[in-house]
């Protein structure tokens, strides 16, 4: 290979077909080598065309249920393969730490094991169909806020313990690429940093694939000493890309070693080797297969959706829950997935309306009421470049700002709605940015004055076609007469059904834990006219719940996918028992969680920070400090009830088997998520959790049936970071064993001898 050859591998270029994919290496054809489609992302496959819309990936980990993440991947798989892309940009595994955190729908836990369970069985399904699947971003990418600069101080044991467990379960599944992250670690940009790239993953962990920079990640060329080995970034947008001329001239001119270039096309040419790229499979795909992606698609969101209150049984819904109202505006637009470089063009969505309507037949009456409205009217801008109906279109490649004035008519909270299809749109308001969105739609509410305000309107279209993007907003009296109008609707039905969501998105942190565009307030609203009230949230992460006392029940779908609302329909309805479980600690409030009130720990000061509360990560922390979260990790109810008994514990392995007996006590067929904790070893010196997960199952039962359920806990999860000598070690003497139903529900307790072995 010559060395232009060489170095087309290593940086990103346009893809001459434009389907819409993230990024595109153009092969060597004079060797018979084919070009390398990379695409996103998380939740299905982002390319110009639809495809199955899954679940979101924390939708997934509340299934604990690492064979539905295997189905998971081989749609993604399938999918990739049939669309012409190569490479996909999934998993994203990065641990829960912020509850704020603007990605924590596309990751999957707060808690290392089940991260690590989810993203090796969804690496493995994704592999099963010839797509190769990316593990990203490596590493402590735990919040948006200031993603590109902020600088994580973690101590060692924290990331051996909390973070790195599901990168280096990836590798151990045989991910064939990994993603480096675009904040820095300890001082080093993540994807220049020697320790994380060539230390732990390529030295430590023997990764034998390749490092791609999240796009526009890299900082220097050097980076390629450092163990990066492909530099991505939107093509066309960076003018002077490190791993292009710059790179050759270092070549050439000696400073960088031409080995390390060989190292990275080595790396990038054995995947495809291993993938069958070299040998042809680019030309034999496979066909989509719409209806198979649909099915998986709704299984996950029927087995992962967590029912977290249910009072007086108020669900499943009966033949007399016949005068229904449904309530709120992702009633009537599902909301499938999240936004950013995540959303995929689902092949079909039908609203929770419409699913409800046809599972409650002939004999209900079901009424709709928006109960809000993010949409609303086209932004009035004093010097609009907007059409009437707030729409601007551009062409491919171009952008366009403007500066113009709105007229506030009364002070209040006001909705900005940017909907940017195949492009970049954004609002800034008084110069502060408040809503922008890339691909998908975003809004967020700002609090003004009455009076004339600063707009600044941006927008750029990313991909190979014309798109046209849409700036709306609402007032304060929109809001208000919705929610009066949903208010007289609830008054005159049985039970009303209020539909709540968010849109979480990557490059920014919600601002707080609350549900946005005044949902809280049609909730409280709602649940005073009517004790009936049900609430069903299509959220992104945690929230906060004020009206919780007020409602009847909960049930949290997270974002469900595009069969969502035939799942919502079957969970409400009781066609399918809830079986999912938190993996994530809700917190009552913003200022009760593992990072709050400290700027330095959270978000960062002048770009530092620190990982203060060190290995006492979500439940960790809360169990540490005695801290009432409002649902606990773990937890998560079902329509019928659980007995468990006789625990015993027995060493094997140098891990531990743990049996008990579990009935199902209730009236109906159902599956508990059966967790195994151990607490913490007497002899050892460093932090430990009082009480980590460190196995569990996912169990069937009949109505009134008992098994003898076996849990396997590995000897790695008996082990602390000895961070003296800089390796694992175990954590010896007489340890607790806990058995239950969630990390606050641990009927059984054993004590257990561990030894060094
Ligand atoms: C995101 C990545 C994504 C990439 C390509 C970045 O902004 O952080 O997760 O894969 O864009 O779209």
């Not at 992702?330 to 419409?354: E, I, N, Q």
Request: with cysteine; glycine share 10%; charged share 20%.
């Amino acid at each position: 290979m010559t060395l232009d050859e060489k170095l087309s591998f290593v940086s990103a270029q346009v893809d001459p077909k434009g389907l819409g994919e993230a990024g595109y290496i153009p092969g060597v054809p004079r060797l018979g080598i084919p070009e390398l489609r990379l695409t996103d992302g998380p939740a299905g496959v982002r390319v110009n065309h639809h495809a199955t819309a899954l679940p979101a990936p924390v939708t997934l980990a509340s299934t604990w249920d690492p064979r539905l993440a295997r189905d998971y991947g081989q749609v993604i798989g399938r999918d990739g393969r049939a669309l012409d892309q190569d490479v996909q940009l999934a998993p994203m595994t990065n641990i829960i730490r912020v509850p704020q955190g603007g990605r924590n729908f596309e990751t999957f836990s707060e808690d290392p094991l089940v991260s690590s369970h989810m993203v090796a069985n969804e690496i493995t399904g994704i592999q099963s169909q010839g797509l190769i699947a990316t593990v990203k971003h490596y590493a402590e990418n735990n919040q948006e806020d200031d993603r590109m600069g902020v600088d994580v101080n973690v101590d060692a044991q924290t990331m051996h313990e909390i973070e790195l467990p599901a990168f280096q379960a990836a590798v151990q599944a045989g991910v064939g690429a990994l993603m480096c992250s675009y904040n820095s670690v300890n001082g080093k940009h993540g994807c220049g940093n020697d320790d994380l790239l060539n230390g732990i993953l390529k030295t430590q962990w023997a990764f034998r694939g390749w490092v791609m920079s999240d796009w526009g990640a890299t900082h220097a060329t050097t980076d390629l000493v450092a163990g990066l080995d492909q530099d991505m970034f939107t093509a066309g947008l960076q003018p002077d890309p490190y791993f292009q001329g710059a790179l050759k001239q270092a070549i050439t001119d000696g400073s960088i070693p031409v080995a390390a270039l060989d190292d990275a096309v080595a790396r990038i040419l054995g995947q495809m080797e291993r993938f069958g790229l070299l040998d042809g499979a680019a030309e034999h795909r496979p066909a989509r297969d719409p209806k198979g992606g649909a099915k998986v698609a709704q299984r996950v969101a029927e087995s992962g959706a967590v029912l977290l209150k249910n009072a007086g049984g108020a669900l499943p819904l009966t033949a007399s829950d016949n005068r229904i109202a449904i309530i709120g505006p992702s009633a009537k637009t599902p909301k499938v997935g999240g936004g950013g470089s995540s959303s995929v063009t689902p092949d079909a969505a039908t609203s929770p309306l419409d699913a409800i309507t046809r599972r409650a037949g002939a004999r209900a009456s079901i009424t709709y009421a928006a109960g809000g409205d993010t949409t609303g009217v086209a932004l009035p801008l004093a010097d609009s470049p907007l059409g009437s109906d707030g729409t601007l279109t551009l062409p491919a490649g171009a952008y366009k700002t403007a500066r113009s004035t709105i007229t506030v008519p009364a002070t209040g909270d006001y909705i900005f709605t940017v909907n940017a299809p195949g492009s970049y749109g954004s609002v800034t308001v008084d110069g502060a940015k408040v809503a922008d969105t890339a691909y998908g739609t975003v809004s967020a509410s700002a609090h003004l004055t009455a009076g004339t305000h600063t707009i600044d309107l941006f927008a750029t279209v990313l991909q190979g076609a014309p798109a046209t993007l849409r700036f709306t907003w609402v007032t304060p009296d929109m809001v208000t007469a919705a929610r009066n109008q949903a208010v007289a609707v609830a008054k005159k039905v049985r039970t009303p059904i209020v539909f709540a969501y968010d849109d979480l998105t990557e490059g920014t942190d919600r601002t707080g834990l609350s549900l946005p565009f005044s949902q809280d307030e049609l909730i409280s609203a709602v649940a005073d006219a009517n004790p009936n009230t049900i609430v069903v949230l299509n959220t992104g992460s945690s929230i906060t719940m004020p009206w919780l006392s007020k409602v009847k029940a909960v049930l949290d779908t997270y974002y469900p996918g595009e069969n969502g609302a035939e799942a919502t329909a079957r969970l409400l309805y009781g066609d399918v028992n809830p079986s999912g479980k938190l993996t994530q600690t809700f917190p009552t409030s913003a200022s009760a969680t593992p990072v709050a009130g400290d700027p330095k720990a959270y978000p960062g000061v002048d770009h530092q920070e620190t990982y203060k509360e060190g290995i006492f990560v979500g439940y960790r922390w809360y169990d540490k400090t005695g801290t009432t979260p409002l649902f606990p990790f773990g937890y998560g109810l079902s329509y019928t009830s659980f007995a468990y008994g006789d625990l015993r514990v027995r060493a094997s392995h140098g891990g531990l088997t743990v049996s008990f007996t579990l009935k199902n006590t209730g009236h109906r067929d159902g599956q508990e998520v059966a967790q195994v904790y151990v607490g913490a070893g007497p002899n050892v010196t460093e932090p430990q959790a009082v009480r980590k997960l460190a196995g569990y199952e996912k169990v069937f039962l009949h109505a009134g049936q008992t098994r003898t359920v076996s849990v396997r806990v590995d000897a790695q999860q008996l082990r602390y970071w000895d961070t003296r000598t800089g390796s694992w070690r175990m954590a010896t003497g007489t340890r607790g064993v806990w058995v239950g139903g969630s990390s606050r529900d641990l009927p059984l307790h054993a004590a257990t001898a561990v030894s060094a072995r």
